[in-house]
């Protein structure tokens, strides 16, 4: 098992540093960094100073190093735009991406589970013909036009919620949440419905899939023999073995819910990470773009390593094949 960690652990740290190599290439290649920075009072002399300050004269390992070494203490540098720490930034706008991916991936659990259910419970029926129907359209949708046509629906035509925005919001320390206002819950709730489409169709397809191959064996054969109550064969017995294959799914696309929020947050003005990472690329600045292109590779290489862990844990076997 240490083997086995101490692999996945050197394999997760090679993708960041590989990560890193591409946020530094943004920060050498997009644009010199003094003439973004400068104004045009800045006379010769002061931009010779500052391009001494930020170390842009050193060769290119040591630059390198410098800035994997600041980024794993968390410092990104300054923005170019607002002057501020980029890490300040971003974990001003972490809660709201943060809020905005949790409750998406709820949605998608509550919603996608009980169809998967229904329609393999019910296969061919004309109902569960018509909820793959939409499934297949809601796979095929992209995010800024299920939002836009949520936003006309339920914003514009019907009035029910907010259209853009966040909502009041209540601070928690240095967290931030919409969840404990009446506000900010309504105006959570069409981009968390617009960002969870796509999952939900994942789910209810694995679900329905796990299921119809967990029906046919022979535990559940077994089971009806006994008399046991349709519910209990459903639910208690044929769901309960589905979960595994639809828990990893769910842990394994939340850091892509993360990281493309950005769509979502741009078509709802929500203020997170991904609204942060648009305005970002508009002004070209670059200190907050490699940041967040850190911090989202980060979380993606944590929950899979966590899953891959959490997989040997429950099956020894895969710890003996990575010898």
């Known amino acids: 098992m240490i083997v086995f960690l101490i692999k996945r652990l050197a394999n997760a740290v090679l993708v960041m540093l590989a990560v890193a190599l591409l946020a530094f290439l943004i920060f050498r290649f997009a644009g010199d960094p003094v003439e973004l920075m400068a104004n045009e009072q800045m006379s010769q002399a002061d931009r010779i100073e500052l391009r001494e300050k930020l170390g842009l004269n050193d060769s290119f390992l040591t630059q390198f190093g410098r800035f994997v070494g600041n980024a794993a203490q968390g410092d990104f540098g300054i923005s170019y735009r607002n002057g501020q720490d980029v890490m300040k930034l971003i974990a001003e706008r972490f809660?709201?991406?943060?809020?905005?991916?949790?409750?998406?991936?709820?949605?998608?659990?509550?919603?996608?589970?009980?169809?998967?259910?229904?329609?393999?419970?019910h296969r061919g029926r004309w109902y569960s013909e018509g909820l793959q129907f939409v499934s297949i359209i809601g796979v095929s949708l992209p995010s800024f036009v299920v939002g836009i046509l949520l936003i006309l629906v339920?914003?514009?035509t019907l009035g029910l919620v907010p259209a853009f925005g966040r909502g009041d919001v209540v601070q928690l320390g240095w967290w931030s949440t919409g969840l404990l206002t009446s506000s900010g819950r309504a105006s959570l709730l069409l981009p968390s419905l617009a960002l969870a489409l796509y999952q939900i169709t994942l789910v209810m397809r694995l679900v329905r899939a796990e299921m119809m191959e967990v029906l046919r064996s022979d535990f559940i054969k077994f089971a009806r023999a006994r008399g046991v109550p349709r519910w209990r064969i459903y639910f208690r017995h044929a769901l309960r073995n589905c979960l595994m294959p639809v828990v990893t799914m769910t842990a394994m696309n939340f850091g892509s819910l993360i990281a493309f929020a950005l769509i979502t947050e741009t078509v709802f003005q929500w203020p997170g990470m991904g609204m942060l990472f648009i305005q970002a690329v508009t002004f070209l600045d670059m200190p907050v773009m490699a940041g967040y292109l850190c911090i989202v590779s980060f979380i993606f290489v944590t929950l899979n390593t966590l899953v891959d862990i959490a997989y040997a844990v429950i099956d020894p076997r895969l710890r003996d094949a990575t010898r």
């Open 95 to 121: 809660p709201a991406t943060m809020e905005l991916a949790l409750v998406a991936t709820v949605l998608s659990l509550l919603i996608g589970l009980p169809l998967g259910v229904l329609t393999a419970i």
């Open 154 to 156: 339920f914003a514009v």
